[in-house]
């Protein structure tokens, strides 16, 4: 046992993970990388090799060489949409594959029906966001092997880095070509951004494309090149539209989570960033998509344009880059139809991999570029520590996003959620997990006002200089917990054993935080 | 001593490149990579090191940690307008850096001001295409270590196999911003495609960015994401627009390569290849420009569309693509200022990179689907065999560009030329040097017909079907050599001493011929 840089207990070594003596947490700008970067298999097709085509998944399994005990990923732009895991799987177990390392970008609810090939053995461990029913089992001790959770740039800095080694990349592709150049833009699947299936297909030493919209080739526009694509799969259907995409984000109408979102939009108007030029990431959540629209009002107020909106992108900035008060998007995925739209024709509206949104080690990912980000999270401690992963009583049940690289990269990173959900309290002494370290936290806004990390008297000193209507109702984190604790009353302690089912990575790869089985 | 596959005899040891013994050319396709990608060294710029602006070349070039010995890489699309080679080799220079390896996609006239360079010793090696005065001090003696010329295919195989490491690439960047994003489209040294800087971007350790139009972050479209850039800086002018693009390409008005064109139209037609959904790749010579206007009403006549027109992109391409005659554009690089504006503006002007356009150890180029390119030659021989790489004189003057690529990839490669040229033959018994074996040429079109290679029978079958005014005029290969031999009379044989002072490597690597120094 260790204790790392967020006072977490780490065990020296990991069952199914590793030993963890020079990966535990130390900072999160601690960990230097050393060496060069991975590389996949180098394959040469020449022009007498261009059949890609194959008549179908199992046929691609077996041309990419999948075996037994193999790293297989995956990429959530279909979200709960997403029918190629299944399918891939299916197909897996049919041909007799076991103790496969499943390395998803996520896992929805959508996926539990893979729930029977992780008992099974077809899948013996997971390394990816494990949202939902995979989540619950895996916390119930439904695995042998721990699950890695790594953020959106953690994933891909893993990859690149050569920790995890991917042998087979299957990649959902909404439209390709015969020559496996692909687009999520076009197609009955269109997903608009595929920003995480870049690395994989760049890092992967055999990467299977699979369609449900075959076009001519070349298709254009084009966001990965079949040059890293070794096969084409074309079936009936790769998802399901309606989970793919919401029709529409809608803000929040209930009038506590406005009251937080306006809280959060004062505090950023008093902040130094709230200026010609100022970018931001909200994301798709009910707070954040009001604090988008008070920010609209706020940059027309004080005539201010914002020089890209950052993430996952929604209708909400879309209509902002319309209008003029964003000038670009950077997106790694499209949440709604008006984003697929905007990014199918649009030039402003730029298609990002997750290694250039988020991944700590390259050469500045967008997410250094970031002004504001709007985070919400399971629970803050009064370390302004946040965890995203696991709910109150313990399990696992969220991936960790791209929480902790916005935290990392952004100036202004805040957390907006309100102080109780039911009955449960979101400020705490301790969080049960930690996903993200107080150090790069630097607000917690809730329905009581905003609370400033003691190490950002700067904006704390901004914040008071705010007056009359502009003013920002400020609350120290004792009082906000004191209020919670008051709120909540005293509350039971998690019940949980020893077996540690989860590692929570840091993005740098160093850990963070562990999951342990509940009770 | 040994002999390869097209009869050259190549030392087992080349002075200063090293064994050959395992890198004997044995055939277009002989030759299967091994092993994994290399990897440039990882990077880790946090938000704190956002700071990738520098205040000059030489500040640049000591943050890059560039020492003497080293590797520096270059690229060609600002052509012959280029400012970038020459500043930055100046200020190594007044830095006392020396023994550089120069590995540029090309050099060109403009870049005859680095000669001194090269006396001095600050350049010790060049590995990359010499066009003109530079190539001529090379065949002269003027280096101690011999060129080795790749081909646009070949260049990034070398990069992305190991064979060469870049430790810090220069690129020019006509419009970058401060987090290092590029693009080639705007700016007023705009060049359009920036196609051969990718992979150097993806592998060298480290990466300069250096423009004339620093632009606010982000810019759209990028080209090449920041990500893989960890310095910008900002200078005066980075090139002579003059040089960087044509005005206008111009058809030949010459009556004989008219003759020629029409010729080589009319073997275009006759092929299984002329369809709807036909590729061709027409580069931007005089001949292969006036295939193109052939074609044009070929197509217009059979009411037939072409899928893609591929390489080095001109207006004629562009004028294609706007009446519909051409679905789509892959470029690598934008001759003129007609194909500058239209891949500024048009999603099926795509633009592609070296390792996507022409690397053999890749899943696949795009010369792989090409159905027909035109190409030119300095000579070619009764076997096929090309050579682009020296003059009549024997001086290596030219680089290989897409000719073997292109060649190893379309269905039907077809060299168009006169048969003289001045008093020199273009047709002999054995060409100086070999670029692009005979093995990949299919057909050679001179003003006295089409003669086709005899391996390709269903070629000669499908032309002799040909009738009335599509018939096709063939001329056998020894009755075209025997009337180029009748027209020039004698040939002094190329006086050339024992020296190897190039290496012209076929596209994977392996050695296809060498160049003797001048007598």
New interface residues.
């Given amino acids: 046992m260790a204790i790392n840089a967020v006072g977490r207990d780490i065990p020296s070594h990991i069952e199914g993970y590793g030993d963890t003596t020079n990966r535990l947490f130390a900072g999160a700008?601690a960990r230097?990388?050393?060496?060069?970067?991975?590389?996949?298999?180098?394959?040469?097709?020449?022009?007498?090799?261009?059949g890609?085509l194959l008549s179908g998944i199992r046929e691609a399994i077996a041309a990419s060489g999948l075996k037994s005990g193999m790293t297989v990923s995956f990429h959530h732009h279909l979200r709960n949409g997403d029918y190629v895991v299944g399918q891939v799987i299916d197909a897996c177990a049919e041909m007799g594959i076991r103790d496969l390392t499943l390395f998803p970008t996520a896992l929805f609810g959508v996926h539990k029906a893979i729930i029977p090939h992780i008992k099974s053995g077809v899948i013996r461990r997971i390394m990816g966001s494990v949202n939902g029913p995979i989540g619950q089992l895996v916390s119930e001790g439904g695995m042998e092997v721990p699950v890695v959770l790594r953020s959106h740039g953690g994933r891909p800095r893993a990859v690149?880095?050569g920790d995890v080694h991917i042998d087979v990349a299957f990649i959902a592709a909404p439209t390709a070509d015969r020559?496996?150049n692909i687009s999520g833009r076009e197609g009955k699947s269109a997903c608009g951004a595929i920003g995480y299936a870049f690395t994989d297909a760049q890092y992967a030493d055999c990467?299977v494309a699979i369609t449900d919209n075959l076009q001519?080739?070349?298709i254009?526009?084009?966001s990965i090149?079949?040059?890293?694509?070794?096969y084409v799969v074309q079936v009936e259907s790769i998802g399901d539209p309606a989970g793919i995409v919401s029709g529409t984000t809608r803000v929040t109408r209930d009038p506590l989570r406005l009251l937080i979102a306006k809280y959060a939009s004062k505090l950023i108007e008093a902040s130094p960033y709230f200026m010609d030029?100022i970018s931001f990431q909200t994301g798709a959540g009910g707070i954040p998509l009001a604090v988008t629209a008070y920010m609209k009002e706020a940059m027309m107020r004080h005539d201010i344009r914002a020089?890209?909106g950052l993430g996952g992108i929604t209708g909400y900035f879309v209509e902002l880059l319309r209008e003029g008060l964003v000038?670009?998007l950077?997106d790694v995925q499209s949440f709604d139809l008006d984003a697929v739209k905007s990014i199918a024709t649009d030039?402003?509206h730029?298609e990002?991999?997750a290694?250039?949104y988020a991944?700590?080690?390259?050469?500045?990912?967008?997410?250094?570029?970031l002004d504001v980000v709007i985070l919400g999270a399971t629970e803050v401690d009064t370390d302004f520590n946040a965890n995203v992963n696991t709910e109150a009583d313990g399990a696992l049940l969220h991936g960790t996003g791209g929480h902790q690289d916005t935290a990392?990269?952004?100036?202004l990173t805040i957390i907006a959620q309100p102080l109780l959900r039911g009955r449960i309290p979101c400020v705490t002494d301790r969080v049960h997990s930690v996903t993200t370290p107080g150090e790069v936290v630097d607000a917690i806004v809730t329905e009581f006002g905003v609370t400033i990390n003691p190490r950002r008297q700067d904006l704390i000193d901004a914040c008071k200089e705010a007056k009359g209507k502009d003013a920002v109702p400020l609350v120290p984190i004792d009082e906000l917990y004191a209020r919670a604790r008051k709120m909540s009353g005293p509350m039971e302690p998690v019940a949980q054993g020893d077996r540690i089912i989860g590692v929570i990575e840091w993005r740098?790869g160093t850990v963070i935080d562990v999951v342990r089985q509940l009770a």
Same sequence: chains 1, 2.
């Fill in positions: 700008f230097i990388p050393e060496g060069n970067r991975d590389g996949g298999k180098i394959r040469a097709h020449g022009p007498k090799e261009n890609k690149v880095s020559a496996g990467v001519p080739y070349p254009a526009p084009i090149p079949g040059i890293y694509v070794d030029g020089s890209f000038e670009k950077m030039p402003r730029i990002i991999s290694d250039w991944n700590p080690w390259n050469c500045g990912a967008a997410v250094n570029s990392a990269g952004a100036k740098d």
